[in-house]
């Protein structure tokens, strides 16, 4: 049974960091692309970032490049999301996937909890 397990969330204020955390299993984390999406209140998920199977190949929306940064360990079937810089309007519930390409897009069906992230001014 896919899972995955989100955490790391909080309440940090505008300019500040946080390090979201995904842990998977029940499929072979190392041979999937993952990814991050969020969804703010009143709005549709929209894809953050993506990580090859390897982590050789990153793909970010453009609001966030250079300021949030994937990756993952394969051997701790984990992903990560370190987010600098952090603005108002990263404000949202995160989630973690499995499958993700190039244009942020995912078909992943067995969506965890989330963790949520909020930025105050």
């Known amino acids: 049974q896919v899972q995955v397990v989100e955490s790391g969330g909080g309440v940090v204020q505008a300019g500040g960091s946080l390090r979201l955390s995904c842990t998977a299993s029940?499929?072979?984390?190392?041979?999937?692309?993952m990814g991050w999406f969020r969804r703010a209140p009143g709005k549709e998920l929209e894809g953050v970032a993506c990580?090859?199977?390897?982590?050789?190949?990153?793909w970010y929306r453009d609001s966030v490049k250079g300021r949030f940064t994937i990756s993952r360990d394969n051997a701790k079937n984990t992903q990560y999301l370190q987010m600098n810089s952090l603005r108002p309007e990263d404000t949202a519930m995160y989630y973690c996937?499995?499958?993700?390409?190039?244009?942020?897009?995912?078909?992943?069906?067995?969506w965890g909890q989330g963790t949520q992230v909020t930025v105050s001014t």
């Open positions: 990580i090859s199977e390897s982590g050789r190949n990153t």
């Open positions: 029940g499929f072979t984390f190392g041979a999937s692309n």
């Open positions: 996937a499995r499958g993700c390409d190039s244009r942020l897009r995912t078909a992943f069906t067995s």
